[in-house]
Structures are given as C-alpha cells and as structure tokens.
C-alpha cells in the first residue's frame, strides 16, 4: 500500500476528446508526477509538481496539463487526445523535492478508440 | 544524454536458481538509483532505492542491488528465485533536486520455469 490513490481505474474515450485524471497522494506529499507507460514500454515522465507550480517536464506536448491543489491532490488533463495517448498513466508523489522515497499509484488505464 | 539501458528484454529463470538483472545508467548528476517491479496491470512497487552510502542496498522480498559508480551500474540481485518473483522490473534513475522525475529503463521481464 502506498497511499497514492488515482482514479478512474479505467476509462475509454474517442479521438479528439478530452480527458482528466486524478491522484491522491500521501499526508505530506507536496511533489506529485505523472507518467505515461505505453504497452511493454518504460514508463516515461511527463511532468513534476511541487507546491501547486509545475517545476519539470518531460517531452510532451502542451496538450498535457495539470494541476496541483493545496491539499496536495493533483489532475492529468489531455486534450484533444489521439489514438496513440492509450497507455498507463502513473502517478508518483514523495514528501518534497529533495530525495526521498518515491511512491507510484495503481494508474488508470487510458484507452483512446 | 540521460538514460537508462536494461540490456535483457526477457529472462527466464527456474525457480530456486539465482537472478541478476542489469541495469546501467548515464546521468549528468550525482545519481539516485531505484528498482520498481511491475505485476501485470498494476502499478509500481518500489523494491529497493540507493542515495548514497553503502553501495550494497537491501531491499524487500529478499532482492539487493550493488551500485558500481566506475561501471555506470545498479544491477539487482536475488540469490533464490521463487515462483512469485515473475514480474517486469524497472530501473531507474533520479537526482535530488530532481524531486519525482525519474528515467526509467525498458523494462525486463522475468519468468520463472518449475
């Protein structure tokens, strides 16, 4: 158990629409990310949060948003989504910015048809 | 260029036997190592990490990596392999003011023959 919670676990949208993902991490967690794990891919860093400003961000394109609200809880939006943003997406919190250990959630499968 | 190599896509090991996974990592900072194993269709679960210090690392469920720095290397080790063990396995590589951004390698897949 790693105190990340992400929701929805799964979820199916078509071409062109938009999409938003949610995390709840840990008491304390003020650094949240997100990945992108395609099928039998790595997963690959999209972007970092540390108290509710963006601070990093891997390469993806500006479709790909977020958001980090006080409470430390954070959302993943894409927009306009294609057919190749089908993947896991991870989110990964740690209690600052500074080395510590990283927690991963469960994900939330993403299938765009 | 930051990146990390697992160079074995798919291992087979039988059970009972000893495993070794490599992992080598190019990184323009003072490293921080992790290994995360992966069961199908979960999330990640972090096994072992290496900040500094000793560079033999223990880790959960029996595994220890060694950190060799002239190597560019974290390999993990587990001496006696059990039938759960099959899973993917990531390595990966941070810094400390990195904070949650990790580079993650490809992955290698284990399996475990009876």
């Known amino acids: 158990e790693t105190g990340v919670t992400q929701s929805p676990t799964h979820l199916i949208k078509t071409r062109g629409q938009q999409v938003t993902l949610r995390c709840s991490s840990q008491?304390?967690?003020?650094?949240v990310s997100w990945y992108q794990q395609a099928l039998g891919q790595g997963p690959q860093f999209i972007f970092q949060?540390?108290?509710?400003?963006?601070?990093g961000r891997g390469n993806f394109p500006p479709r790909f948003s977020g958001l980090q609200f006080p409470n430390y809880s954070s959302e993943l939006n894409v927009n306009a989504l294609e057919l190749d943003d089908s993947a896991l997406y991870l989110c990964?919190?740690?209690?600052?910015?500074?080395?510590?250990?990283?927690?991963f959630g469960e994900g939330s499968w993403l299938t765009v048809v | 260029a930051q990146s990390v190599t697992q160079p074995d896509i798919h291992i087979t090991v039988s059970e009972g036997a000893s495993l070794e996974l490599r992992c080598n990592y190019s990184?323009?900072?003072?490293?921080?190592l992790f290994w995360y194993v992966q069961s199908p269709g979960q999330g990640l679960q972090l096994l072992l990490k290496?900040?500094?210090?000793?560079?033999l690392v223990q880790g959960i469920k029996g595994f220890e990596a060694e950190f060799k720095r002239s190597q560019s290397s974290f390999n993990l080790r587990k001496p006696s392999v059990h039938w759960s063990d099959a899973a993917e396995y990531f390595c990966?590589?941070?810094?400390?003011?990195?904070?949650?951004?990790?580079?993650f390698g490809k992955g290698t897949t284990l399996s475990v023959s009876s």
């Open positions: 008491s304390g967690h003020n650094t």
């Open positions: 990966a590589v941070g810094a400390r003011q990195a904070g949650t951004a990790l580079i």
């Open positions: 949060y540390y108290r509710e400003e963006e601070n």
């Open positions: 990184y323009g900072a003072t490293p921080y």
């Open positions: 290496y900040f500094s210090g000793d560079t």
């Open positions: 990964a919190s740690s209690q600052d910015r500074e080395g510590n250990t990283i927690y």
